[in-house]
């Protein structure tokens, strides 16, 4: 399974994603890199985020990407 | 707000789409993108051949070849049309309404009601909705709804947040009274604070088109677009669409007091293949009662896009029988409808190219 920064660098391959905070408002990922980004967290965890959790401060970083998914594993 | 119909139908469907049609693969390069990006996107979205107008082909282009081609069928007889409700964002005239252009070039009689509603992708339900009340009126037997858009015309080639979805198209449903007593329950909301994440910026009153509205500047993700051109909010377009939609469809079918799976199809407006795919997960809807692939065949074409979903899908078994369907549409405005009605049998349920 994919870690959430190998699937990040799939996006972005130039990108450094580790040493981002921030990754909209450092340019890193723009907003169609999000339904990528949303799609292939899809298809990796086996899961399907809602529709009301893609929205910006669930992706700002790797930690908030990482606390999403945490809402979508299994008990 | 709550709204409640009952003898209304839709008697007869058509789809007037132009023969031209662009692949996303070719289109691609007008982006400033990279390739493995954008072909990400297409998968993701749906992305794939769209139908646009080549050269400067007007809504009432469109409407006019649709209508032509009911009367020299025998699908609709000329004089029988009392009503013509024109729903567009793309008319030919700031004024005269596209309602009266369309009149005119066909020579129908002057004893008819002719209104143009400026809306867009909740914009065949909005005209339902005045086609019912129009059918009020006892001189009013038949209505001609049509939904035409050529926003194209008005979309940057070099926008790939806009320009690989967009579609032009028209579809006229014919709407007249009913025996089937079947009360169709509807809602709709709106939101003009929020106004800004669909619009064309310049060509009306407020800022007029000029030498400097039409020039092209970069939105800060590599998409180039002029203020006389469509801008969307992608981000704020999809968030209200999850966040708005799902609790108006249960309100509607609480209202109606009526389960999910007593609809046989949710038909919803087309904006892309994820946005409705998380729709229909948040509403635990399978996917094959909510059609999401007219983006990829035809492009999203506004209001049209309902009716698209229909003939599309649909055509054969609304022809010999009916359905209980879900509507709904969402987008410019911003505006929020739904309708749950039955459909069909229809006396014609096709689709027409438009040639180049």
Known sequence: MPTIAEILKDIRPEADFTR??????????????????????????????????????NFQNIAAIQKLLEKYRQP | ???????????GLLAVLPAHERSFVEEMANFNFP???????????????????????????????????????????????????????????????????????????????CLDINQGCAGFVMGLFQAFLLLDQPAIRKVALINVDVISRRTSPRDRNSYPLVGDGASIAIVERSEDGTP???????????????????????????????????????????????????????NFVQVEVPPMIRQLLETAQTQMDDVDYFLFHQPNRFMLEKLADQLKIPYEKMPSNVVEHYGNSSGVTIPVAIVHNLRQRLLAGS????????????????????????????????PS
């Open chain 2, 35 to 113: 390739a493995a990006r954008s072909l990400k996107l297409k998968a993701v979205m749906g992305y794939d051949k769209h139908r646009i107008v080549n050269g400067p082909v007007c809504a009432s282009d469109l409407a006019c070849f649709g209508l032509e081609h009911l009367f020299a069928s025998g699908s609709l007889k000329r004089d029988d049309c009392d009503a013509l409700i024109v729903v567009t964002q793309s008319p030919d005239y700031l004024m005269p309404p596209t309602s009266s252009v369309i009149q005119g070039r066909l020579g129908l009689k002057h004893d008819m009601f």
């Open chain 2, 323 to 354: 359905i209980r369907a879900c509507l709904a549409g969402f987008g410019v405005g911003l505006t929020w409808a739904s309708m749950l009605l039955p459909l069909g049998p229809l006396d014609f349920c096709d689709l027409i190219e438009f």
């Open chain 2, 184 to 238: 169709i329950h509807a809602n709709l909301k709106m939101d003009g604070t929020r106004r800004e994440a669909l619009m064309i910026p310049a060509g009306g009153l407020r800022l007029p088109s000029t030498p400097e509205t039409a020039v092209l500047s970069d939105d800060g993700e590599n998409n180039f677009r002029s203020q006389d051109q469509l801008r969307m909010d992608g981000t704020a377009v999809f």
């Open chain 1, 20 to 57: 981002s905070h921030d990754f909209l408002a450092d340019g890193m990922l723009d907003s169609f890199d999000l339904v990528t980004l949303f799609s292939d967290l899809d298809k990796a965890y086996g899961i399907s985020i809602s529709g009301l959790n893609i929205v910006p401060e």
């Open chain 2, 1 to 11: 707000m709550n709204l409640l119909f009952s003898r209304r139908k839709i008697s």
